[in-house]
């Protein structure tokens, strides 16, 4: 465990370096941008070492192994963030380990998110996944809403009882006119960020950039960066 834990952080201080560097390309205060570690498909293990090295945030994209894993670290002072596409049969259990859904891209999930957090007494917080690569009013390959939904969908979130809307999310796409312009990508990103704190200003959360594009998503104003293997590695999936 002890060569683990050394291995974790030398990679947190490295990823650590590469913020650090960004934000001061940027003009931008390394207080300003987050750190969310993507620990799917990782053990529980793993996640209490990064907890003992000083992370306070932590991402999973599929219910079936971040519940039982919450469960087992639910002892230590961490928000967990949900980032993959979310079906509604797993909402009931993801409210009840998540703090923040970040993959909230359609009305029928917004009622579901709703109605479970309502029943479990929290207060969830919400972005909407934006997908760059999809036309107006369409999706993305990778889930998510069109530009053109964002503010509808936003105002839905704001007003249900139980959810709070923090802000905006997205994956640089593999395809359409941001393909392969992360830096592009993530700027508009900000513009849209922007339209939707005219209405909702509170929300200023913009979550973008992962472990080979997290530079530009400094650039272009992200307030969280999500890195999974730049910390973790490459290791067998669990199960």
Wanted: charged share 25%.
């Amino acid at each position: 465990m002890t060569d683990r834990k050394d291995e974790l952080a030398r990679n947190l201080a490295h990823v650590e370096e590469r913020i650090a560097a960004a934000c001061a390309a940027a003009g931008r205060r390394r207080e300003e941008v987050t750190l969310i570690v993507v620990t799917k498909t990782y053990p529980a293990a793993d996640v209490r070492i990064l907890s003992e090295l000083g992370v306070r945030h932590v991402a999973e994209n599929r219910d079936q192994d971040a519940a039982p894993k919450a469960a087992e670290c639910s002892d230590l002072p961490l928000t967990w963030h949900f980032v993959g596409q979310l079906q509604t049969n797993k909402v009931r259990s993801v409210v009840g380990y998540a703090d923040v859904v970040q993959s909230v891209d359609r009305s029928r999930l917004v009622t579901a998110l709703s109605k479970e957090a309502v029943r479990a007494g929290r207060e969830l917080g919400c972005l909407i996944q934006v997908a760059l690569d999809a036309g107006e009013s369409a999706r993305g390959e990778r889930g998510g809403v069109a530009p053109g939904g964002v503010g509808e969908l936003a105002d839905l979130v704001a007003g249900a009882p139980g959810l709070r809307l923090d802000g905006l999310m997205t994956v640089a796409p593999l395809t359409g006119e941001f393909a392969g312009r992360e830096l592009a990508a993530f700027e508009r990103m900000m513009d849209l960020s922007t339209d939707m704190r005219r209405t909702h200003p509170a929300a200023t959360m913009v979550s973008a950039g992962m472990s080979a594009d997290l530079e530009q998503a400094v650039a272009a104003g992200a307030t969280h960066v999500r890195v999974g293997t730049a910390v973790l590695g490459v290791r067998p999936r669990l199960g």
